[in-house]
């Protein structure tokens, strides 16, 4: 059965701190791996890995996949209040042309001033 | 990109009633899927909505209590019918552009809360 892990499932940290979240999946038929932000009700994306250890960037956000360990990490710079959300991690999954995402348990992030 | 919207984005309702929640999409999209997220957990698929023909429901999901409509490429519903409080979720409707990519889009989401 495809799974997504995410640790931790909560972490609370001072504005400036740096933050490194963790996802790491089994899946068949790997195809790629999401992050996305969640404040309050809807999801927004952040970013598609697809290649081993090309690192996407933006801004204060970074993530890198390895698709040898099968997991993945998103790193926050000099972390501010705006970046508490909820953090998911997603794999697509399913037979191609039918591809459902399975979303891990997500890491509720808390910036303290 | 798309852009989606829900509606209603909350709602209140009584047990025992139905709500359904309206998606609506800016552009042509080639897959619809709805979500549930309970309160403190992630998202879990319900379903997903095929344009013309009957939803494809995830295991543990049954048309009687979630039927879905997708009349065509940019619009769909989710009704979830006979209610308890233990349907009290955020239902998210969400599309992909692409039948290849992994990119998936969502609306604001509708939060329910079932008396």
């Known amino acids: 059965e495809d799974k997504v892990v995410q640790s931790p499932l909560s972490l609370v940290v001072h504005e400036g701190d740096t933050v490194t979240l963790n996802c790491s999946y089994e899946?068949?038929?790997?195809?790629?791996l999401l992050w996305y932000k969640q404040e309050k009700k809807a999801p927004t994306f952040l970013f598609m890995l697809?290649?081993?250890?090309i690192e996407k960037k933006s801004g204060r956000l970074s993530s890198i996949l390895d698709k040898k360990e099968l997991f993945s990490i998103l790193n926050i710079t000099a972390t501010q209040t705006g970046d508490s959300a909820i953090y998911l991690c997603a794999v697509p999954h399913g037979i191609q042309g039918a591809q459902k995402l399975v979303f891990g348990q997500g890491t509720r992030l808390t910036i303290n001033p | 990109s798309a852009v989606i919207s829900q509606k209603p984005s909350r709602d209140i309702c009584q047990r025992g009633t139905s709500l359904t929640i309206q998606c609506q999409v800016d552009?042509?999209?080639?897959?619809m899927f709805w979500y549930r997220q309970q309160p403190g957990q992630s998202l879990t698929l319900i379903a997903t909505?095929?344009?013309?023909?009957?939803?494809?429901?995830e295991s543990g999901f049954v048309i009687d209590k979630f039927p879905i409509s997708r009349p065509n490429l940019t619009f769909s519903t989710l009704t979830v019918s006979n209610l308890s409080p233990e349907d009290s979720s955020i239902y998210l409707c969400?599309?992909?552009?692409?039948?290849?990519?992994?990119?998936?889009?969502f609306g604001e989401g509708s939060r329910l809360t079932v008396l």
């Open positions: 899946v068949t038929n790997f195809r790629s």
């Open positions: 552009s042509q999209v080639t897959m």
């Open positions: 969400s599309a992909r552009t692409d039948r290849d990519t992994g990119e998936l889009f």
């Open positions: 697809t290649s081993s250890g």
């Open positions: 909505a095929n344009q013309g023909s009957e939803a494809t429901y």
